[in-house]
Every structure is written in structure tokens, then in C-alpha cells.
């Protein structure tokens, strides 16, 4: 079971470090992702890091804000948010996706925790 927390209220220009773990199980030889999902809007792919933390994926509208990492012996994945902006505000959800995968699609993720919203103010 995957757990995402640390989100909260930010003021735009802010910062946030997410973090997801897993309980029960291990994700630490697949990748994670990020995704997060706005009211009224589709879920959508933020970042992505592979099952060893040496490659990352990043979408374009959070790239050069947002870092993906992971602590393979704490099996937690971590999303530092930086330079936050009001359209950053969603719920934000950590997926495990299937074995050799680490790329965006939605479908490509098996496992989903629960999420943790993240609110941005103008």
C-alpha cells in the first residue's frame, strides 16, 4: 500500500517536499511516479524516476521547479516542489508502475496510494 504525504497550504513562490512509502510492499525495483489531478481536470503525470533513482522524468510544466528522488533503504520516494504556482494546486498521488516501465501514462502505474493535496495561494 502506497501512502503520499506532505502536502498542505503554500503560498505561490513556496516550497514542498512530498513524500510516498509503502507499506507492505516494496517498490524499490520498479519506478514511481508522481501525478497529480485539479478539480475538474484529468489526472495527469508530473514526474517520474526509475526503480534505482538514476533516471527522471519530468513534465514540462513543472520541470526546472520540481525534483524526484528516492531513498531505496527507507523505501520513500520524495518530490521536492519549489517556485510553486497557483496551478500547482491538486491533489498530488504516488503510483508504483509496472516492472521495466517508467515512463507517463497513466496505465503504465499498477499500484496508487491515496493522495495528498496541495494548495496554492496567489
Known amino acids: 500500500q502506497l501512502q503520499a504525504s506532505g502536502g498542505g497550504l503554500v503560498q505561490a513562490g513556496g516550497s514542498l517536499r512530498l513524500s510516498c512509502t509503502a507499506s507492505g510492499l516494496t517498490f524499490s525495483n520498479n519506478a514511481v511516479g508522481w501525478f497529480r489531478q485539479a478539480p475538474g481536470k484529468e489526472r495527469e503525470f508530473v514526474a517520474t524516476i526509475s526503480w534505482n533513482g538514476g533516471s527522471t522524468n519530468y513534465a514540462d510544466s513543472v520541470k526546472g521547479r520540481f525534483t524526484v528522488s528516492r531513498d531505496i533503504a527507507k523505501n520513500t520516494v520524495y518530490l521536492r516542489m519549489d517556485g510553486l504556482k497557483p496551478e500547482d494546486t491538486a491533489v498530488y498521488y504516488c503510483?508504483?508502475?509496472?516492472?521495466?516501465?517508467?515512463?507517463?501514462?497513466?496505465?503504465?502505474?499498477?499500484?496508487w496510494g491515496q493522495g495528498t493535496l496541495v494548495t496554492v495561494s496567489s
Open positions: 503510483a508504483e508502475a509496472r516492472s521495466a516501465y517508467s515512463g507517463a501514462a497513466r496505465s503504465g502505474y499498477l499500484y
